[in-house]
């Protein structure tokens, strides 16, 4: 992942927000092998400290983007998923993947750190302990292991990925984005204003039927 490609998910996440055919949101690999092994790391390591600081700007504009997206948003995660590829997984509602996925955060090891906000994203998904095993110890996962400490959604075959869609695609849009906006919300509680959002969501939502 270098800037060109950056751009062109930034360009493609713009024109999905907008268009109201758009019901949904697939992130995945163009082959076999990986979803992506992250930073294009020979365009990294010329970078200049400017470029270092929009790199790592535009990195989290990006999955801030898409972690706020009204819209459901799906990677499916077929073979590796690393560094800053995975950030980006990191930043959608779910993560499905194959039964040959590897899941890794190798910067720490590589002399860096996550930049895209991954280290926030996966302690907050995965708790502390597990974000340091993955972070700090640069353990790699596999599927199982990714599943059991609630880093993935689901494992699944490709021809499941288009039902996983279909689904979400068949929620009513109102309610999906009120919904994922109140779970996102770190601060909520369940008394005062936090209630009446619940009872004005309930109300739009009934008034779209």
């Known amino acids: 992942m270098g800037f060109d490609m950056l751009e062109g ?25 990986a979803f992506s092994t992250g930073a294009n790391i020979k365009e990294f390591e010329k970078l200049k400290d400017g470029e270092v600081k929009r790199w790592i700007e535009f ?3 990006i999955n801030n ?8 948003t799906v990677a499916y995660i077929n073979g590796y998923a690393m560094g ?6 990191l930043a959608c509602d779910f993560r499905l993947v194959s039964d040959t996925a590897i899941l890794a955060s ?18 907050r998904l995965v708790g502390e302990a597990h974000s340091k095993r993955i972070i700090l110890f640069g353990e ?26 279909n689904k979400l695609m068949r929620m009513k849009p ?7 906006s109140a779970i996102m919300d770190s601060t909520r509680t369940t008394l005062g204003t936090d209630v009446d959002f619940d009872v004005l969501a309930v109300k739009i939502s009934h008034d779209k039927e």
């Open 9 to 33: 998910i930034d360009k493609a996440v713009d024109m999905a927000k907008i268009n109201d055919d758009v019901k949904a949101i697939l992130f995945q690999g163009a082959g076999e092998r």
């Open 59 to 61: 990195g989290n504009d």
């Open 65 to 72: 983007k898409i972690e706020t997206l009204s819209k459901p």
């Open 84 to 89: 800053g590829g995975l950030e980006l997984a």
């Open 106 to 123: 190798p910067e720490v090891s590589n002399g860096w750190l996550p930049g895209w906000g991954g280290m926030t994203r996966l302690r």
């Open 140 to 165: 790699k996962l596999d599927a199982n292991e990714a599943l059991r400490i609630g880093l993935i959604t689901k494992i699944v075959q490709r021809n499941e990925v288009q039902e996983f869609l």
């Open 174 to 180: 109102i309610a999906y984005a009120l919904a994922k």
